[in-house]
């Protein structure tokens, strides 16, 4: 998680490795929901930043169990380090630096500061440096805590770093991640360093009374708000639906109606969905606050096409294909569906569609915020190109029926996006994704 808000936060300042910042009275407050959230949770140690906005903000949080974790503060998870920027506020950044900051913003894994040492100027690479730091943070805590929970407690740029690191995002996306204060983010490691991560969630905060977080920039934005469909019988009992059109359940429908209840009061312009029951009926249900909006159908956003597995279970698929859904689970994107599509195929109409949604949706100058309705194969190759990674990384992303992403578009079609959370389930239940693992 991020450090509850700093003084400097509050002021927009530059933070940076200053230690001069201090958490305020609301960040203490937060910091205490996220303790109360946290607490009947088995953690079994806290690490934290030294700098003493996330030191204070992780002593809160230790304070709200009843069996407090242990908190070990390390310099593994400092802030970026930007020393020619700290302490100015950001506009003055922007109009001093104009170049740098341009850089910053747009290609941070090439933006450097030159600085002046004794030995005489060295070039600094404050976003590479911090991947590098990421990395060795994970490696050195893996080494450690097999088979445990272990809450981490850091800034904005470090926590960027972990998740990228974690899952393979590269250093150029840097700022298509968004980390608010106090939001919690919950990653899966399988084994060791370089073995599969999954991030479960990123970004949550409505353990904060806040659904979904704001968006970054003041201006008109086009937030998409991505959405997996709720559960089917299917799901339920892990069998393989692809393209079977096969109808939410009564779990599923719950779930719609949680994630209407959840969006509620989210002013909705327009709908898009997968002409599937599934993601349809989803969306209709989310839709029943916002009754004038037509729902708009992209037969593109059909979930992929599993051939001769659907229907089947994993033990059926194994004795009809023997060694195939091993190489699905571990190398995706080298598999043809027997008598289906392959990742590559999925992935090309899918990401393809999504850049057509936000094309069409980018036209109105006062661009709105709209539902987009599919699958979990759909959702997580159109998150995965988003991020940068490609269909091997497919799995490393997880979906939750009747799960949330918010994806932002602050300068329309033209420029990045940015991924505000991906897979809030917490309207369903609970800071872990507790939804059907079920099959695709």
Excluded at 90 to 116: G, I, N
Excluded at 386 to 393: C, I, K, Y
Excluded at 403 to 425: E, F, M, R, W
Aim: glycine share 6%; aromatic share 6%.
């Amino acid at each position: 998680m991020r450090h509850g808000q700093s003084s400097y936060n509050a002021k927009r300042l530059i933070q940076g490795r200053s230690d001069e910042s201090v958490v305020t009275e609301k960040g203490r407050q937060d910091a205490q929901k996220v303790g109360n959230t946290l607490s009947s949770l088995p953690i079994d140690a806290i690490y934290s930043s030294p700098l003493q906005r996330a030191k204070t903000t992780a002593e809160i949080i230790q304070n709200c169990f009843k069996e407090p974790p242990t908190l070990s503060p390390t310099e593994q998870l400092r802030e970026v380090d930007l020393p020619l920027w700290e302490k100015l506020h950001k506009d003055e950044v922007a109009k001093k630096f104009p170049d740098e900051y341009q850089c910053w913003k747009e290609r941070p894994h090439e933006f450097k500061m030159v600085l002046s040492t004794s030995e005489g100027q060295r070039e600094h690479f404050p976003v590479l440096s911090l991947y590098e730091q990421a990395q060795e943070f994970w490696q050195t805590l893996l080494e450690k805590h097999q088979n445990q929970t272990i809450l981490i407690v850091a800034h904005n740029g470090i926590n960027r770093c972990l998740i990228m690191s974690a899952i393979g995002v590269p250093p150029s996306h840097y700022h298509r991640i968004q980390q608010s204060n106090c939001c919690i983010n919950v990653l899966n490691f399988t084994g060791n360093w370089g073995e599969t991560v999954q991030l479960e969630s990123l970004n949550q905060t409505s353990h904060l009374g806040i659904s979904i977080p704001p968006p970054r920039s003041t201006d008109n934005v086009l937030r998409l708000l991505f959405i997996r469909h709720g559960e089917t019988q299917w799901n339920r009992e892990s069998r393989f639906q692809g393209i079977r059109d096969i109808p939410l359940n009564e779990n599923g429908k719950n779930q719609a109606q949680k994630a209407a209840n959840f969006l509620k009061n989210i002013p909705i312009a327009f709908g898009v969905s997968s002409p599937l029951l599934r993601p349809k009926e989803t969306a209709e249900i989310i839709l029943q606050y916002h009754p004038d909006i037509t729902l708009d159908l992209r037969p593109a956003l059909t979930e992929i096409c599993h051939g001769l597995w659907e229907g089947k279970l994993e033990s059926e698929i194994e004795a009809n294909f023997p060694g195939m859904l091993k190489q699905w689970k571990e190398a995706p994107e080298t598999v043809q569906m027997p008598e289906g599509e392959t990742l590559q195929q999925v992935w090309d109409r899918a990401v393809a569609c999504w850049q057509e949604i936000v094309k069409d949706y980018s036209h109105d100058p006062n661009p709105k915020t709209g539902i987009v309705v599919a699958h979990d194969a759909i959702n997580k190759v159109i998150l995965c190109e988003l991020l940068g990674l490609n269909p091997a990384n497919f799995w490393n992303i997880k979906q939750g029926n009747g799960c949330v992403s918010v994806i932002d578009y602050p300068k329309g079609v033209n420029g990045h996006p940015v991924l505000q959370a991906i897979n809030l389930t917490s309207h369903l239940g609970g800071v872990l994704d507790k939804t059907a693992a079920g099959a695709l």
